[in-house]
């Protein structure tokens, strides 16, 4: 993978995290069997989350949303917040 597509991947994850927090809220308003159900699916999609982002930082550490690339993740997250 080349830069520019890891720089795209990272975007699609950072837009991802406003749904991804509104499916975390929702999961508040669910009690017993069906919180239990759809918690697994959400957080089944937090770990795709989580899975697409290391591959990112371990082929390209610059852009580690945790580390040097922090401010344009930043960036990234503001430009598609809701």
């Known amino acids: 993978m080349d ?3 890891a720089e795209q991947f990272l975007e699609a994850a950072a837009w991802m995290e406003g749904p991804l927090g509104l499916m975390d809220s ?3 308003k669910l009690e017993g069997a069906e919180k239990e159900k759809y918690q697994a699916r959400v ?3 937090f770990q795709s ?3 697409l982002l290391m591959g990112i ?3 390209f550490p610059e852009l580690d ?3 040097k690339g922090a401010e344009t993740y930043k960036a990234l997250k503001k430009k598609h917040a809701q």
């Open 26 to 28: 929702a999961l508040s």
């Open 65 to 67: 949303p945790d580390g």
């Open 3 to 5: 830069r520019s597509t």
């Open 43 to 45: 957080a089944s999609l």
């Open 49 to 51: 989350q989580f899975e």
């Open 57 to 59: 930082i371990n082929a």
